[in-house]
């Protein structure tokens, strides 16, 4: 059975730190990983989408890995603003199926 | 630009009684999901389907039933609502079941009394 861990279940950093969240899974047989943002009584939004072939994926000052050997991914935010602050999820699809993290809480202070 | 639609976005129920959740998605996408999500215990896969007249159990399918009579439309059906099922619900969909984006629904909090 796949699991999904995040590391750490909650951060919080000063406006324009560099940061980095951290996803470890157990089955490296995976299609794909996502990375989520979740906002407080909101829905999960998709950031990026890394393909199992890829290395990594970036859009805007996210950048995402994929290390399939090792069993992890990282999402890195570039020059964080107040407006990053949400949960971030991390979830791999294997079969029919997406497996979540539990998710790391971020709080960026201004 | 609808996307993922779900309703109710609030419900309280009281034990025993059986209500559905709604969700439609205009995006024409195949795969279609429902999660539960706890505290301290991330997001459930309960039920998916992964085209119309197609359905199968996820990790947590015990007190919901599915049925996708329209690639449309993906409702959730509580049989006989337990104090166990109070959570936060969330409908998802895809193009396909692998290798695409998800889009999910705003979500929809169910509480049983």
Sequence with gaps: KQEVTQIPAALSVPEGENLVLNCSFTDSAIYNLQWFRQDPGKGLTSLLLIQSSQREQTSGRLNASLDKSSGRSTLYIAASQPGDSATYLCALTSGSRLTFGEGTQLTVNP | ?113
């Design chain 2, 1 to 113: 630009n609808a996307g993922v639609t779900q309703t109710p976005k609030f419900q309280v129920l009281k034990t025993g009684q059986s209500m559905t959740l709604q969700c439609a998605q205009d995006m024409n996408h195949e795969y279609m999901s429902w999660y539960r999500q706890d505290p301290g215990m991330g997001l459930r896969l309960i039920h998916y389907s992964v085209g119309a007249g197609i359905t199968d159990q996820g990790e947590v399918p015990n007190g919901y039933n599915v049925s996708r009579s329209t690639t449309e439309d993906f409702p959730l059906r509580l049989l006989s609502a337990a104090p166990s099922q109070t959570s936060v619900y969330f409908c998802a969909s895809s193009r396909t079941d692998i290798g695409n984006t998800i889009y999910f629904g705003e979500g929809s909090w169910l509480t049983v009394v």
